[in-house]
């Protein structure tokens, strides 16, 4: 049996969705960004403030690369910025793991975001929509290249992703 791996922009589900697929599939839910929090004990914008990207990307590659050499296959939900470094894409398409790219479209994104806990999304203090455009114009293909399947979330329930998953897992792994 393969680990599932959720990929995507931020807000595009990742977690909420992992969560419930993880639950019917009975396997545990490993979220990059909580990871990295638990092992140092700090939030996501306190390592990226205190310490600048660049550490907290080693810190997501670390914790990328447990999840995936974990031998209990399990549900990953990768922080949206996995795919930026090329030992992460690397070892997300050599990884026994089907890999999921939620796709949304920014406004879908930039209309969640506003509703949205943004205590570990430093990158979107200023000018999140463009931001968001920027990064998805910037990552659409690197989601693409890491994935074997898309779901476009755009205006669907969560329950219908997550059953789109489920079909996925089950033709795979039945
Ligand atoms: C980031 C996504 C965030 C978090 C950090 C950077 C990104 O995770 O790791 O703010 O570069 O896309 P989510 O995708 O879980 O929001």
């Given amino acids: 049996m393969s680990h599932v791996v959720l990929v995507g922009m931020m807000a595009t589900g990742k977690t909420t969705v992992g969560r419930l697929v993880a639950d019917a599939l009975r396997r545990p839910l490993v979220d990059s960004d909580q990871q990295v929090e638990a092992r140092t004990g700090r939030t996501v914008r306190e390592i990226w403030e ?19 050499a974990a031998p209990t296959p399990s549900v ?14 690397a070892l997300l398409t050599g990884a026994e793991a089907r890999v999921v790219w939620l796709r949304a479209d920014t406004a879908t994104l930039t209309e969640r975001l506003r509703a949205a806990d943004d205590v570990h999304r430093p990158l979107l203090d200023t000018d999140a929509e463009g931001t968001l455009g920027r990064m998805h114009r910037e990552r659409a293909r690197l989601y693409a290249e890491v994935s074997d399947h898309v779901i476009d979330v755009d205006g669907r329930a969560v329950d219908d992703v997550v059953a789109d998953i489920l079909d996925i897992v089950e033709v795979v792994d039945p």
């Fill in 76 to 89: 990953i939900a990768a922080a949206g910025g996995v795919v930026l470094d090329p030992g992460n894409r």
């Fill in 50 to 68: 205190r310490d600048g990207e660049p550490a907290f990307r080693r810190l997501e590659a670390d914790a990328l690369a447990d999840a995936l």
